[in-house]
C-alpha cells in the first residue's frame, strides 16, 4: 500500500496567524481525502480531492492536489480557537492509509 | 440513523485475556476499516474489508484477527492481548472510495 507522509506533527499558532499542512505520497493517489480529529474525538471528513492541480475551499479552508497527485495541502488562513485539533491526510485507494497527522493548538 | 457503532467504549484487559471490538454500520455501505491511534503516530491500519465476504490486512495486522460477519458488522479480534496494544480503536466504513464515518472508539487498556 502507499506510505503517506505528513508535516509538520505539531504546529502552535497564535490566533489570527496562518497554518498550513501538507502530504506526501510514494504513489501517485487516485484522490486524496482531508479529515479533521477535534481532541478526544473521532476523525470527521472534510473534502476529497480528485483531479490534478484541483484546489478546492471552505471558508477559511484552502484544499490542493498537486499536478503529479502525488501531493496534498491544506491552509487555514486566520487561524481561529474552533480549528485546534489534528487534520490527518488519507491516501484514498482501497487501504485508505492515514497520513500520522499534524496536531494544530490555537493560542487565543 | 446511528452510523457507525463501536462497542465497548471502553475496556481493561490483562495480559494474555481475549477479547472481541464490535463494529456495526447502518448506512450499507461497501468498506470497513479498523485502525488504533497511539500518541503521536496518528492511525495506523490494522485489518480493511473492501467488500463483504473479503477482509485484507494492513499495516499493522499482528496480534489481531477480523470477520466481517455481514454487509453490516466487522469484527476485531485480540486472541492474546499484550500492553502494546493498548490504544483507542476507531472503525470506519464508507462507500466505494468516498468519505469515510467513524465510530466513536474503543479505548483499550491491557494491563
Known amino acids: 500500500g502507499q506510505q503517506v507522509m505528513q508535516i509538520p506533527q505539531y504546529q502552535h499558532v497564535q490566533e489570527g496567524e496562518d497554518f498550513t499542512t501538507y502530504c506526501n505520497s510514494s504513489t501517485t493517489l487516485s484522490n486524496i481525502q482531508w479529515y479533521k480529529q477535534r481532541p478526544g474525538g473521532h476523525p470527521v471528513f472534510l473534502i476529497q480531492?480528485?483531479?490534478?492541480?484541483e484546489v478546492k475551499k471552505q471558508k477559511r479552508l484552502t484544499f490542493q492536489f498537486g499536478e503529479a497527485k502525488k501531493n496534498s495541502s491544506l491552509h487555514i488562513t486566520a487561524t481561529q480557537t474552533t480549528d485546534v485539533g489534528t487534520y490527518f491526510c488519507?491516501?484514498?485507494?482501497?487501504?485508505?492509509?492515514f497520513g500520522a497527522g499534524t496536531r494544530l493548538t490555537v493560542k487565543p | 440513523n446511528a452510523g457507525v457503532t463501536q462497542t465497548p467504549k471502553f475496556q481493561v484487559l490483562k495480559t494474555g485475556q481475549s477479547m472481541t471490538l464490535q463494529c456495526a454500520q447502518d448506512?450499507?455501505?461497501?468498506?470497513m476499516y479498523w485502525y488504533r491511534q497511539d500518541p503521536g503516530m496518528g492511525l495506523r491500519l490494522i485489518y480493511y474489508s473492501a467488500s463483504e465476504g473479503t477482509t485484507d490486512k494492513g499495516e499493522v495486522p499482528n496480534g489481531y484477527n477480523v470477520s466481517r460477519l455481514n454487509k453490516r458488522e466487522f469484527s476485531l479480534r485480540l486472541e492474546s492481548a499484550a500492553p502494546s496494544q493498548t490504544s483507542v480503536y476507531f472503525c470506519?466504513?464508507?462507500?466505494?472510495?468516498?468519505?469515510?464515518?467513524f465510530g466513536q472508539g474503543t479505548r483499550l487498556t491491557v494491563v
Open positions: 488519507a491516501g484514498n485507494n482501497n487501504d485508505m492509509r
Open positions: 470506519a466504513s464508507r462507500p466505494m472510495n468516498t468519505e469515510a464515518f
Open positions: 480531492l480528485v483531479k490534478s492541480g
Open positions: 448506512m450499507n455501505h461497501n468498506s
